[in-house]
Structures are given as structure tokens and as C-alpha cells.
């Protein structure tokens, strides 16, 4: 089991940055894929990032890619979404999910098993 609470939302105009957090309980983080999805009213729930258990690489969507940044840290079991250069199309819920041994497979929020509650973020601007 992997419970995961996520922090660091808030309210940003355009071009500011925020890092989220999320931190998760029980001892199956190290062998779990961590990932980052978002929702926006009306939109489906999108694939932002991800980190596979092992390490190895880090997916970014497109629509992100070189303004966000995941890291982990195992020792303190928490993951991390640094975002820079924010767009109002950044707004959204933005949701950490995990699943045990994700190594990169498919990355459709149907494929993870443990979810945190969410957290706003608002870019105006």
C-alpha cells in the first residue's frame, strides 16, 4: 500500500514558478513508479510526468517538457514537480499517482493504483 498526499499549490501569474510535493507513506515507494497527472474542467485527466521506479529516465508530456522538472527522494519518501515558466493552460488539479514496479509502461491514469487528493494550481494572466 502507498498513501500520497500532495502540497504546494497555489496561485502564480504567468512566467512564475511553483514546486509541488508529494509525499507518500508505506514502504513500497522505492519500488514504485511515481508519476504526475493534471486535470482541467471539462478536460481529461493528462500525463504530465513520470519517474519510473527504477530510475532509469524521466517521461515529460510535450506540452511540458523543458519547464518541468520531477525528482524523488527515497530516503524521505517524497517526489517532487518543480514547474517554471508557468502558463494559464498549466491550470489544472494536478494529482501524484503511483504504481508498484512502473518502469515507463503505459501511462494512462487507469494503469496506477494508489492516487493523492490533488492540488490547485491557478496560473492568471
Known sequence: QVQLVESGGGLVQAGGS???????????????GMVW???SPGKEREFVGGMPWSGSITY???????RFTISRDNAKNVMYLQMNSLKPED??????????FWDGGPKNDRNFDYWGQGTQVTVSS
Open 91 to 100: 491550470t489544472a488539479v494536478y494529482y501524484c499517482a503511483a504504481k508498484r
Open 18 to 32: 511553483l514546486r509541488l510535493s508529494c509525499a507518500a507513506s508505506g514502504r513500497a515507494f522505492i519500488t514504485s
Open 60 to 66: 515529460y508530456a510535450d506540452s511540458v517538457k523543458g
Open 37 to 39: 497527472f493534471r486535470q
